[in-house]
């Protein structure tokens, strides 16, 4: 079974520019997560997907930062204009409707100069 | 609002040794306790789980206890190995919401 696919793994961007991460989840998993991990913190909802609909999108900065899942599979995280304290790794993770675990992938690092 | 807290930062333990990770956590309706382990430069990936209703679920070196009138868990690693090396986050969920507490590192050292 493959696991969650991220892109890019690292991203190095100035303030004010825009950044997409991309993710596709485990096949068939329905629900997929956006997690902001900043270094010395445990991992941080932004926005939870079931299917195309969005299930909790209440920590994600909505000035700058938007997601979607258009399709119900694979999803794109932006973020427009970025600011210093967004450089952090940017994990995507899916369950399935049986799993009480989410599984996640790799993860972007973005750092903002 | 931290829902589950980690209250250890790192822990150092010798190789062969048990390691004890703690964790706490505020809301009695969570319906899962999972540990997760992270390698640097990797995604988190599942460990062990326990359900609410146990009290009690062992995997190999790992066994992970919940004491739900303190609100407590922990992980038991036994005997500990150099591999093990990693930092260990914490996680509550409530349906398929899922909470982490901010990862305690362990060291194992040979």
């Known amino acids: 079974e493959a696991g969650v696919a991220q892109s890019p793994r690292y991203k190095i961007i100035e303030k004010r520019q825009s950044v997409a991460f991309w993710c596709n989840p485990i096949?068939?998993?329905?629900?997929l997560y956006w997690y902001q991990q900043i270094l010395g913190q445990g991992p941080k909802l932004l926005i939870q997907?079931?299917?195309?609909?969005?299930?909790?999108d209440s920590q994600l900065p909505k000035d700058r930062f938007s997601a979607e899942r258009l399709k119900g599979v694979d999803s794109t995280l932006k973020i427009q204009p970025a600011k210093l304290e967004d450089s952090a790794v940017y994990l995507c993770?899916?369950?399935?409707?049986?799993?009480?675990?989410?599984?996640f992938g790799q993860g972007t690092r973005l750092t903002v100069v | 609002d931290q829902q589950v807290k980690q209250n250890s930062p790192s822990l150092s333990v010798q190789e062969g040794r048990i390691s004890i990770l703690n964790c706490d956590y505020t809301?009695?309706?969570?319906?899962?306790f999972l540990w997760y382990k992270k390698y640097p430069a990797e995604g988190p990936t599942f460990l062990i789980s326990?359900?609410?209703?146990?009290d009690k679920n062992e995997d190999g070196r790992f066994t992970v206890f919940l004491n739900k009138s303190a609100k407590h868990l922990s992980l038991h690693i036994v005997p500990s190995q150099p591999g093990d090396s990693a930092v260990y986050f914490c996680?509550?969920?409530?349906?398929?919401?899922?909470?982490f507490g901010t990862g305690t590192s362990l060291t194992v050292i040979p």
């Open positions: 993770a899916s369950s399935g409707q049986k799993n009480t675990e989410a599984f």
């Open positions: 096949s068939g998993h329905a629900t």
């Open positions: 997907f079931q299917n195309n609909g969005v299930v909790d």
């Open positions: 809301n009695s309706m969570f319906d899962y």
């Open positions: 326990i359900s609410s209703i146990k």
């Open positions: 996680a509550a969920s409530r349906g398929n919401q899922f909470y």
